[in-house]
């Protein structure tokens, strides 16, 4: 069934009070780790978990705030995941690996050359492996072993590699650095947030309104102050219907953490640095500053960590 065909018929069963569909969400057998389940996330919990929308391309200036310098950038046409990968979506991967596992050039970006997977790439190697991997601060991991009231939850602690593999895995990829700023500032709108001008609040997004520097984060906080996918929506959503991109959990993107590369089309940095791989849109255990879409922090592909999680981009159709 064709996008522009199945957003009509979806707009008639919203307006008829349907559960579980979303505009411009074209069901796939390709987004496995949705197979045959249940329409259950978003804010009234009857919404596709693996909805993803059409991100309209274009141009925009991506800002660098430590060089108050900024570089035109153009992405395509790209599809982008509503909500963050959740934990039930997660335990999906989980129960097939290491079946699943990718080989060389699974989940490239369609027009960047030298950007899928790397067979060098270190990968648990069973499924015990991988189970490990996922636990970190036991406080604040989302995974739990059996499926609980946290199956809605952005899945945690997950490194670089392990997400690219998921999204190879789901049919897509990391999304790219610029995509995903330009998902986040409403393209050529370049706003501070997804929503737009209005202010930060906690009707908005997911973070620490009483941020402590001596804390380094929440004074009181728990694994409940992590949110359900979507549960800011849709006061939260940006332009194209994404929530969560400021705050919740980071994200995970293609890039390399470094300077912006000069004015570009469809690009990434694939150039091995020492900032680690770039993770964006600010956390549930951070202050209302890092939910700027222009901040920017690198990371250790390798780190697992209690507040970056990911999503996943896809082709266009």
């Given amino acids: 069934m064709a996008a522009s065909k199945w957003s009509l018929l979806c707009g008639m069963a919203l307006a008829g009070g349907l559960a579980g569909c979303t ?82 050039g699974d989940g490239a970006h369609p027009n960047i050359e030298n950007s899928g997977w790397y067979d060098s790439w270190p990968l648990p190697q069973d499924q015990a492996e991988l189970h490990a991997s996922v636990e970190c601060n036991p406080d ?52 501070n947030y997804p929503w737009g001008s209005a202010a930060l609040d906690q009707d908005h997004a997911v973070y620490c309104p009483n941020y402590s520097e001596v804390d380094q984060g929440c004074p009181t906080a728990t694994r409940a102050d992590i949110a359900d996918v979507g549960s800011r929506s849709p006061a939260g959503d940006g332009k194209w219907g994404q929530t969560d991109l400021a705050g919740n959990v ?35 255990n951070n202050d209302a500053a890092s939910l700027s879409s222009y901040q920017r922090i690198g990371y250790d592909p390798t780190a697992k960590m209690s507040w970056v999680g990911f999503r996943c981009a896809r082709r266009p159709r």
């Avoid at 602690?157 to 409403?186: H, Q």
């Fill in 23 to 104: 505009a411009d969400v074209v069901p796939s057998s390709s987004i496995a780790s949705c197979t045959d389940l249940a329409a259950t996330c978003g804010p009234k919990k009857d919404e596709i978990c693996c909805a993803n929308s059409l991100v309209t391309g274009g141009e925009y200036e991506r800002l660098e705030l430590d060089q108050n310098k900024s570089y035109r950038a153009t992405v395509s046409d790209f599809r982008l995941d509503r909500f963050e990968v959740t934990v039930g979506r997660f335990r999906r991967f989980l129960s097939e690996y290491p079946g699943n596992m990718p080989v060389a």
């Fill in 140 to 191: 604040y991991q989302t995974w739990t072993d059996e499926p609980g009231d946290g199956e809605h939850k952005p899945i945690n602690c997950v490194n670089w590699y392990v997400a690219f593999a998921f999204c190879a895995w789901d049919g897509g990829r990391l999304p790219t650095e610029a995509e995903w700023t330009y998902a986040a500032a409403r393209g050529s709108e370049e706003t």
């Fill in 250 to 284: 980071r994200e995970w993107t293609l890039d390399f953490h470094d300077v912006y590369p000069d004015d570009c089309v469809d690009c990434a940095n694939l150039t091995n640095v020492i900032g680690g791989r770039e993770a964006r849109g600010g956390d549930w």
